[in-house]
C-alpha cells in the first residue's frame, strides 16, 4: 500500500459518527499501510479531555468495532492521536488548533497535507470552513492539500444547500471539498459502474429498447430510534432521496464516460441529472406517494416515538417515478422506495427486461404461462451479489418454460474482507479522488428535482398513519406501479 501523509482535523472528534465509523475507518487503513508514520489525528470538539483520555477513548472505538487492542500496532496507532477543546463559534481559538496542526506537521513530517473532517451539525460548516481560512489553518505550498470533508446533510433545500455551498467555496475549491453520501462508499454500489462499462452484455442492452423499469429499493427495518429530533425535520425525501437515491439513480441512468475517473464520471452524471425531468405540480403528485407508520400498537407508531410530535407530517416513506428525457431512457421509468419500519433491512437494484416481442411459447394450444421478464438484480446489503432471471425450459416430457436464476453472492470471507464505506472514502480523500462524493452540481438538481415534489406536498395536509410496520409501505405505493400495469419485483 501507498503511505499517505496529513494532519486530521475532526470536528465532531467526540461524536457517534466520528467514535463509530470515522476512527475504526482509519486504523483499518493503518493497518494496510496506507497510513504509517508520517500523520496525526486531532479530534475536537467541545468536551474538556487531554490526549491520554482521548487515546482511551480511540481503543474503546476499535475494540467495539471488533478490533484487538492490545496489540503493539493499536497503541502506535493511537499514539498519533491528539485533543484539543474548541468551539466553533469562536473565531479567535482556531489559532490553537493551527499552533497544533503546525507542531504535529513538524513532527510527523506530514509535509503541510490537512484533512478537514466536519462531522458535526450542518449549521456549523459555513462558519468553521470560514474560520479555517482566515484563522491561517490552510496550509501553503505547490505540492500540499488541504481538504474538506462534509457530512451530510447538504442543506434542506435547494436553496439552503446554495447558501451552504457559496459559504463553502469562499474558503475552498469545488475539487478540495469531498461531500459525503457513504452509498457511494459501498461494494455494489461502486459495482454498477463494473457491471455496466465492462460487460457487453450488459450495457448493449442498458437502455430503452430493452429495457422496461429500474426499480430501488432502500428499505429499513427499525424506525428512527434516537434520531428522531433530526429526523422529524427532514423525512425521508430529504434524508434518503435526495442524496442516495439519486446518486443510485444517476449512476444507473449515466452515459459511459470517458475514462474512469472523477472529472469524466462527475460529468456523465450531472448530465443524466440534467435530463431527469423535474415534475409540474400535477406530475409531482401524481408520480410521488409519502407515509408514515403507524398502528394501534403504539410501540410502532411514529407519532407516538420519543421526540416526535404527536401530530407530525414527516414522512417515514417515499415512492416515486423518476423519467429521464433522453434519448437512453425516454419511456423507461425509474420507481424508487424507502421508508423506515418496512418489513426488511435490504437495499436493492432491480432491472427489469422487456419480455420477447414474439412469445412463440404461448401458442392457443399450448397450456403454457406467458414468458416471465428478465430481471437482473443487484443486491447491494446486506448480501453483496447479483442475480439474473432467465427463462429456462421445465425438465419435463412437455414444453413448458419456467424462470430460473443464475445467482452470484459474495462469499462471506470476501464479504469480511470488503473495505467498509467510510475506511474506502476516507481513502479516497487521502488520494484525492473524488469519483465517490457528491459534486455541487449533483447535489444541486437532486435538490432541485426533490424540491418540488415537497412544494406540492406541502400544499396538502397528508393522512397520517397510512402504513403497517413490517409491510413495504402504502397501498397507494403499489397503486403507483400497478397504475403503470408493473408490479414491484420485490414483495411480500
Ligand atoms: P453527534 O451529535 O454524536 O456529535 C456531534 C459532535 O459535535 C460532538 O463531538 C459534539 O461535542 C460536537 N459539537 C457540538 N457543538 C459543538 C460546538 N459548538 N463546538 C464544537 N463541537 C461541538 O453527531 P454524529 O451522529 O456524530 O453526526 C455528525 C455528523 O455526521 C452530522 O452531520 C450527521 O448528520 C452526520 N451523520 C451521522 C451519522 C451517524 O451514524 N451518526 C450517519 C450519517 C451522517
Given amino acids: 500500500a501507498t503511505e499517505r501523509k496529513a494532519v486530521f482535523l475532526f470536528f465532531g472528534g467526540t461524536g457517534d459518527l466520528a467514535y463509530r465509523k470515522l476512527y475504526p475507518s482509519l486504523f483499518n487503513l493503518y493497518r494496510k499501510g496506507n497510513l504509517r508514520s508520517h500523520f496525526a489525528v486531532i479530534g475536537t ?62 513532527k510527523y513530517k506530514a509535509e503541510g497535507h490537512r484533512i478537514f473532517y466536519l462531522s458535526m451539525a450542518p449549521q456549523f460548516f459555513g462558519t468553521i470552513a470560514q ?48 461531500r459525503i453520501d457513504h452509498y457511494l462508499g459501498k461494494e455494489m454500489i461502486q459495482n454498477i459502474e463494473a457491471l455496466r462499462f465492462g460487460n457487453t452484455l450488459v450495457e448493449s442492452l442498458w437502455n430503452n429498447r430493452y429495457i422496461d423499469n429500474i426499480q430501488v429499493t432502500l ?26 437515491i439519486m446518486q443510485i439513480v444517476s449512476l444507473l441512468a449515466m452515459e459511459q464516460p470517458v475514462a474512469f475517473t472523477d472529472t469524466d464520471i462527475r460529468a456523465e452524471k450531472v448530465k443524466a441529472l440534467r435530463s431527469l425531468r423535474v415534475y409540474n405540480v400535477a406530475d409531482a403528485a401524481t408520480n410521488f406517494v409519502r407515509g408514515q407508520y403507524g398502528s394501534i400498537n403504539e410501540q410502532a407508531d411514529y407519532r ?80 453483496a451479489g447479483f442475480s439474473l432471471q432467465l427463462n429456462a425450459k421445465t425438465n419435463d416430457t412437455g414444453f413448458s418454460t419456467e424462470p430460473i436464476k443464475l445467482d452470484y453472492l459474495v462469499d462471506a470471507q470476501k464479504s469480511k474482507d470488503t473495505p467498509e464505506p467510510y ?66 419485483v420485490y414483495r411480500l
Avoid: C
Wanted: aromatic content about 12%; cysteine-free; glycine content about 4%.
Fill in 423 to 488: 475506511e474506502r472514502l476516507l481513502h479516497d480523500v487521502l488520494k484525492g479522488d473524488g469519483t465517490n462524493f457528491s459534486s455541487w452540481p449533483e447535489v444541486s438538481y437532486a435538490w432541485k428535482f426533490v424540491d418540488q415534489i415537497r412544494r406540492v406536498w406541502d400544499l396538502q395536509e397528508p393522512q397520517f398513519p397510512n402504513y403497517t410496520p413490517h409491510s413495504m409501505g402504502p397501498a397507494a405505493a403499489e397503486e403507483l406501479i400497478q397504475r403503470d400495469h408493473r408490479e414491484w
Fill in 45 to 106: 470538539s467541545r468536551a474538556k479531555m487531554d490526549d491520554d483520555k482521548f487515546r482511551a477513548a480511540i481503543k474503546k472505538s476499535l475494540a467495539d468495532s471488533g478490533n484487538r487492542t492490545d496489540s503493539k500496532e493499536a497503541s502506535d496507532f493511537v499514539s498519533h492521536f491528539y485533543y484539543q477543546d474548541h468551539d466553533v463559534t469562536d473565531t479567535a481559538h482556531y489559532a490553537v488548533l493551527k499552533d497544533l496542526m503546525d507542531k504535529l506537521d513538524k
Fill in 304 to 383: 407516538h416515538e420519543d421526540n416526535v410530535p404527536h401530530d407530525s407530517t414527516t414522512e417515514t416513506f417515499v415512492a416515486g417515478k423518476l423519467l429521464f428525457d433522453n434519448y437512453r431512457w425516454s419511456g423507461t421509468p425509474f420507481y424508487i422506495r424507502t421508508g423506515k419500519m418496512l418489513a426488511d433491512k435490504f437495499t436493492r437494484v432491480d432491472v427489469v427486461f422487456k419480455r420477447p416481442l414474439v412469445d412463440i411459447f404461448a401458442f392457443p394450444q399450448s397450456q403454457n404461462t406467458p414468458l416471465a421478464a428478465n430481471v437482473l438484480t443487484i443486491f447491494v446489503e446486506p448480501h
Fill in 131 to 178: 474560520d479555517l481560512k482566515t484563522q491561517g489553518l490552510l496550509s501553503e505550498g505547490n505540492d500540499v492539500f488541504n481538504r474538506l470533508v462534509i457530512e451530510k446533510p447538504f442543506g434542506r433545500d435547494y436553496d439552503s444547500a446554495r447558501l451552504l455551498n457559496d459559504a463553502l467555496s469562499k474558503s475552498f475549491d469545488e475539487d478540495q471539498i469531498f
Fill in 219 to 244: 428499505s429499513e427495518k427499525l424506525g428512527v430510534e434516537e434520531r428522531a429530533s433530526y429526523y422529524d425535520n427532514s423525512g425521508a425525501l430529504r434524508d434518503m432521496v435526495q442524496n442516495h
